[in-house]
């Protein structure tokens, strides 16, 4: 087992996705938005699924949501300390805008479907991952 701390593995920054991944630079969590129908898109996609409009650009959403459904991972994948909380959090802006996200600042035992959650940023290098915590 190595001594090191647990590290996230960074995604790819590529013109598509660089947006999303430094959003959190200004504590904002943006989303593609369609300039058309007006339909957040996610994950990032050039056309809008829901009126194939190519005029889509990064937003700013609220950052507030909810607990679709969860998971309590305990096994050590050297990725994050067991136990950690995976989640799908719908946001508030529409339904189906959901994000595959770690819930933190909550004990695994303490969240449940539903549970109102906010948005806050773990920095690695250039990287803002958007992680959720119990809404205030």
Excluded at 89 to 112: D, F, K, S, Y
Aim: glycine share 8%.
């Amino acid at each position: 087992m190595s001594t090191d701390a647990p590290t996230r593995p960074l995604p790819a920054l590529t013109p598509e996705t660089e947006f999303f991944w430094t959003s959190g630079v200004d504590g904002r969590l943006r989303f593609l938005r369609c300039g058309d129908c007006y339909s957040y898109v996610h994950p990032p996609a050039p056309v809008c699924p829901q009126c194939a409009s190519r005029s889509v650009a990064p937003e700013p959403v609220t950052g507030r949501g909810t607990v679709a459904t969860f998971t309590v991972n305990h096994q050590d994948w050297g990725l994050m300390d067991p136990p950690y909380v995976i989640a799908i959090v719908e946001l508030v802006e529409q339904p189906g805008l959901r994000l595959t996200t770690n819930l933190v600042n909550v004990e695994a035992g303490a969240v449940a479907g539903g549970m109102a959650v906010q948005v806050c940023f773990e920095q690695v290098d250039d990287v803002w991952f958007p992680l959720f915590e119990p809404a205030t």
